[in-house]
């Protein structure tokens, strides 16, 4: 379970989060969803320490996010972002592999567990492991670096507006794709958005923010019904 609490973000000139309050609970999938500028992505960077709150603090299974190690941080927490930001000379199959060769994973055992994944995300790995992030279209490139994000087997994925660059017909695969991940690793997922139907679609409980406060928090109904 991850908790905020109080956490608040002062830039120089800018309150970017008052006294936020939240539970995101296991195997959850929790979406932040509100206006540009709203917070969410500086909320969200809370969680794996980009940011760090000026007053408040997170934590994961009772532990503050400021005492762990940062690289075990890290490797714990998936983090995918709207451009996939894949390296242009590495292929997919080494591009997908950098968290496990930095964990000093050896080529035998990332071989098979990248190959699973991509199975995992429909790109067959005979086809897609060896191209470079040029060959590849914009949702395939998003699916490798969601492949990257899992590999290490993170408890908690972090995901920040990933599909927000994509046609409406890729964003629709990969919100199906997400929701059948999610289904099936049972990891918790925190995702951010500023599209209330993308929200609405996907979130099993959503909190809505605007200028740095939580408006609403509840499942997309309650939300929906709400006044
Ligand atoms: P959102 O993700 O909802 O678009 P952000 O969390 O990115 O919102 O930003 C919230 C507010 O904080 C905005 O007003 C933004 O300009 C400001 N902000 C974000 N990052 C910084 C920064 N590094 N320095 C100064 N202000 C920032
Ligand atoms: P930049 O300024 O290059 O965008 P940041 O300072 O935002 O980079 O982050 C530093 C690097 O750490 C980035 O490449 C980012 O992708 C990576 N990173 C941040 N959080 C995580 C995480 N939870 N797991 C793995 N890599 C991360």
Request: glycine residues 6%; hydrophobic residues 45%; aromatic residues 4%.
């Amino acid at each position: 379970m991850i908790e905020f609490k109080a956490i608040t973000k002062q830039y120089a000139d800018d309150t970017a989060l008052q006294a936020v309050n939240l539970r995101v609970n296991s195997r959850e999938l929790f979406v932040l969803v509100g206006p540009s500028g709203s917070g969410k992505t500086t909320l969200l960077k809370t969680v794996n320490r980009l940011v760090v709150p000026t007053s408040g603090q997170v934590l994961i299974d009772g532990e503050s996010v400021a005492d762990q190690d940062l690289q075990q941080l890290r490797r714990h927490v998936g983090y995918v972002l709207q451009s996939s930001a894949l390296f242009p000379n590495m292929t997919v199959m080494q591009n997908a592999a950098v968290q496990l060769e930095a964990l000093g994973w050896d080529k035998a055992q990332i071989k098979p567990r990248i190959e699973h994944l991509l199975q995992l995300v429909d790109l067959d790995p005979k086809l897609y492991a060896q191209r470079k992030p040029a060959q590849l279209s914009g949702g395939e490139a998003q699916r490798v670096g969601i492949v990257r994000a899992l590999a290490a087997d993170p408890k908690l994925m972090l995901m920040d507006e990933p599909f927000s660059a994509l046609d409406p017909v890729a964003k629709r695969q990969l919100q199906n794709l997400i929701l059948r991940l999610h289904q099936k690793l049972a990891t918790t997922i925190i995702f951010v958005t500023h599209d209330m139907q993308e929200a609405l679609r996907l979130a099993d409980r959503m909190a809505v923010l605007h200028n740095g406060r939580l408006q609403q928090v509840g499942t997309p109904q309650a939300v929906l019904a709400a006044p």
